[in-house]
């Protein structure tokens, strides 16, 4: 238990180097695992921690880096579901309510805040429309109280005046503003951040954790002297191939269970699995082309009824604006951004504001593929994982549910969903999977099992270590500068104009897996989403990088 009663990892949670190697050859050719997992992003570290956290042996193989894929480009929001809400999708909205409740109160106060979103009441938004989003808004606060999250946390939604709602957003064009629509919901302070604390929180709990290892070929063997029937075959679990990323290898694994959380590229492991992926495009920009605004902005887009451009103040002086949703034909591993994508969000955004966007405010910009369900009747669907219809082209209208199906020859596969309700799904898996594997189990405990450096939110205020670093690191933030101990340089940000100091980079290397400086620009700290400042910390990061593995 931690000092504030929380459940807590149940032993060493560093990942590095030298674990990954060692793990790797304790799980190769090996004895069998309860479950391997396939792909680190939020559900693939999820499914870990619920399944050793359980008592289950876990091994999780990831073809690169955590939070390589669509989990590190999401709008770093845990919301609500008011947009399902206006979709007419109520058992997601009521999902995604209880399951910001359980991260921002007992999963990971620490990286979850809550944020101020601002609707504004523009000549643009009628009358009707505004008391319409009222609604919404009122009908979101209803399951907020029903989900037990308190005021305390969040607080409930109100009408602003015209002066209140520049205060939030003083970029805002004054002339025919009649005041705003304000709500509060969850905003990470980084989803690969996340990612890496499931990711350690299921390695204290026995889970081994590998990174660059890319799964091949996967074959349900026939239990030991048994015919090859469905059953007998799943009774003997499975003969995993992967390849070892760093040294080129081909390494074996056996497994009772296999869970395939790979997100976007899980048909090319289970190929009866149909998605509709979508791409989302964010625009990154400084925070002074939005004039220090305090809140967050939801900007409806034109002819659209459940569509908002956000924009996202990062409290790290940038600002996000996002999020589009545009149907995809080819899965990659980075999606690039469309510049008719960049245009909408900048005209969108534009024409509430005094000054218009211009290109030229840009810092960057990235996109993340959705793995969204084909909306087409299944013959294997559960009443739970059937999306709604869907006008077809418009991945925008597709569902937010989930899809857990376990395949005939006991392979589980767990797509769709959301960051938000990441954990639900992880738990809905591994139920899935100790039947699959007939596991002996105890009941799911994620409930309230805190990650690390998670505490109640009045002993986070008390650590001793600066701000910044307790929301990006918890209790644990005392520990990120305990090498600077020996080199007070190390609490120096690594470049100008960058926040993030030596102290993190190493404690990345030493206790969070990352494997080569790409990590720590890209998903240890945010550096890469800025192309310039990503280029000025590369000699740097290399540097760090470099130091921490000879030490």
């Known amino acids: 238990m931690t000092a504030a009663g929380w459940p807590a990892p149940q032993g060493d949670t560093s990942l590095n180097a030298r674990r990954r190697d060692r793990e790797l050859a304790a799980t190769a050719d090996g004895e069998p695992v309860d479950v391997l997992v396939i792909g680190s992003g939020v559900t693939g570290a999820g499914v870990a921690l619920d399944a050793a956290s359980r008592g289950l042996s876990v091994a999780l193989a990831e073809a690169h880096d955590l939070a390589f894929g669509t989990s590190r480009w999401s709008s770093k929001l845990v919301h ?12 997601v909205a009521w999902e995604s309510a209880v399951e910001r409740d359980i991260l921002m109160r007992h999963t990971a ?13 523009t000549p643009q938004v009628s009358h009707s429309a505004a008391a319409l989003v009222h609604t ?29 709602t520049l205060g939030l957003a003083p970029a805002l064009r004054e002339t025919g503003l009649r005041g705003g629509l304000v709500y509060w919901d969850g905003q990470l302070v980084d989803d690969a951040r996340l990612v890496v604390a499931l990711a350690r929180t299921a390695a204290g709990h026995g889970a081994r954790i590998l990174t660059r290892l890319r799964v091949e070929h996967i074959d349900a063997r026939a239990a030991a002297g048994g015919a090859a029937t469905t059953a007998a075959r799943h009774r003997g679990g499975f003969e995993v191939t992967a390849r070892d990323e760093l040294t080129g290898d081909e390494v074996r694994l056996r497994a009772r269970t296999v869970v395939n959380a790979a997100g976007v590229w899980a048909p090319t492991l289970t190929p009866g699995i149909r998605l509709r992926p979508s791409r989302g495009t964010h625009l990154v920009l400084r925070s002074d082309a939005l004039k220090g605004a305090r809140g967050a ?65 840009l810092l960057g910009a990235f996109a993340g593929l959705r793995p969204l369900l084909d909306n087409r009747p299944r013959l294997d669907d559960s009443p739970r994982s059937r999306p709604g219809a869907a006008r077809p082209g418009r991945t925008a209208d597709l569902s937010r549910r989930h899809l857990v199906r376990t395949d005939r020859g006991g392979l589980v596969t767990v797509v769709g969903g959301k960051l938000t309700t990441y954990r639900r799904m992880a738990a809905d898996a591994v139920d899935a999977a100790v039947v699959a594997g007939e596991l002996s189990a105890g009941p799911c405990r994620t409930r309230r099992l805190g990650l690390v450096g998670a505490a109640p939110r009045s002993v986070l205020a008390a650590v001793a270590a600066p701000r910044r670093l307790v929301e990006r690191y918890g209790t644990e933030a005392p520990r990120v500068l305990a090498d600077a101990d020996h080199d007070p340089g190390l609490l120096a940000p690594i470049v100008d104009g960058v926040p993030v100091t030596g102290a993190e980079l190493l404690f990345a290397v030493r206790h969070e897996g990352a494997l080569d400086p790409a990590d720590l620009l890209d998903r240890r700290s945010r550096i890469g989403l800025v192309p310039a400042e990503r280029r000025a910390a590369l000699a740097a990061a290399t540097r760090l990088f470099d130091h921490a593995v000879t030490r």
């Open 80 to 91: 609500g579901g008011l947009r399902y809400l206006a979709g007419g999708d109520v058992a």
């Open 109 to 121: 106060p620490h990286l979850v805040r809550a944020l101020p979103i601002v609707t504004p009441l």
């Open 136 to 164: 919404g808004l009122r009908i979101g606060d209803l399951m907020r109280r029903a989900a037990s999250t308190p005021h305390t946390v969040l607080p409930g939604p109100r009408r602003l005046t015209a002066v209140e």
């Open 297 to 361: 902005l939801s900007v409806p887009m034109p002819g659209e009824r459940n569509r908002f451009a956000l924009v996202l103040p990062q409290g790290d002086g940038r600002v996000y604006v996002g999020l589009t949703d545009v149907p995809v034909d080819r899965v990659t591993d980075i999606p690039e951004p469309d510049d008719s994508e960049i245009t909408e969000l900048v005209d969108v955004v534009s024409a509430v504001l005094a000054a218009p966007l211009d290109r030229a405010d």
